[in-house]
């Protein structure tokens, strides 16, 4: 069946710092969304990108969708305490189910 | 507040036994799930039901079953014959079914083994 891979797994930033998490499909995709979920807590919808190309921002947070429909990233500048969590992709190429990447979980470093 | 409501929060199950994980939501939402969250790695999906008395497997439906008699409510019953059921499950609802649609997600319900 499809699969979405996200890497890394673990992202220890220093707070301040940037970084990406990406995610990655096998097949073509017709939408993408990112999920967050805080230590303890269930995932939190936060966008959906459905364009070829498609860039979207939240404050700190840039969603980008591959040319090609198979891939996507995640950009958190000036990294703070509160992005600490597990940041999972989530596609589709069948318009029925979403496949959950195995998500990237981020400490900071203060 | 609208929102999804899992219980228990926490469930212990002894060998052979069926347990019933309650779902229930007032978002007036169609569509509703079922996913096991395992360590490192994703949501899996194990039943979904996109109107009431209608539902379909996901990727991991075996030893799992399903009703969806009301539409605020989908329950999910973890069967003697789910030979690992230690994990975290996830509920979730989306206004209509599709996976172009946000899903919402409940509290969640842990299950453990005796």
């Known amino acids: 069946g499809q699969q979405v891979m996200q890497i890394p797994q673990y992202q220890h930033v220093q707070e301040g710092e940037d970084f990406t998490t990406y995610c990655n499909s096998s097949t073509t995709l017709s939408n993408i969304q990112w999920y967050k979920q805080r230590p303890g807590g269930h995932p939190v919808f936060l966008i959906q990108l459905v364009k070829s190309g498609e860039v979207k921002k939240q404050k700190r947070l840039t969603f980008q969708f591959g040319e090609a429909k198979k891939n996507s990233s995640l950009h958190i500048t000036a990294t703070q305490t509160t992005d600490v969590g597990t940041y999972f992709c989530?596609?589709?190429?069948?318009?029925?189910?979403?496949?959950f990447g195995a998500g990237t979980t981020v400490t900071v470093r203060a | 507040d609208g929102g999804i409501t899992q219980s228990p929060k926490y469930l212990f199950r002894k060998e052979g036994q069926n347990v019933t994980l309650s779902c229930e939501q007032n978002l007036n939402h169609d569509a509703m799930y079922w996913y096991r969250q395992d360590p490192g790695q994703g949501l899996r999906l194990i039943y979904y039901s996109q109107i009431v008395n209608d539902f379909q497997k996901g990727d991991i439906a075996e030893g799992y079953s399903v009703s969806r008699e009301k539409k605020e409510s989908f329950p999910l019953t973890v069967t003697s014959a789910q030979k690992n059921p230690t994990a975290f499950y996830l509920c979730?609802?989306?206004?209509?079914?599709?996976?172009?649609?946000?899903?919402?997600f409940g509290d969640g319900t842990r299950l453990s083994i005796l």
């Open positions: 989530a596609g589709s190429s069948n318009d029925y189910k979403l496949s």
């Open positions: 979730a609802s989306s206004i209509k079914g599709g996976s172009n649609q946000p899903q919402h």
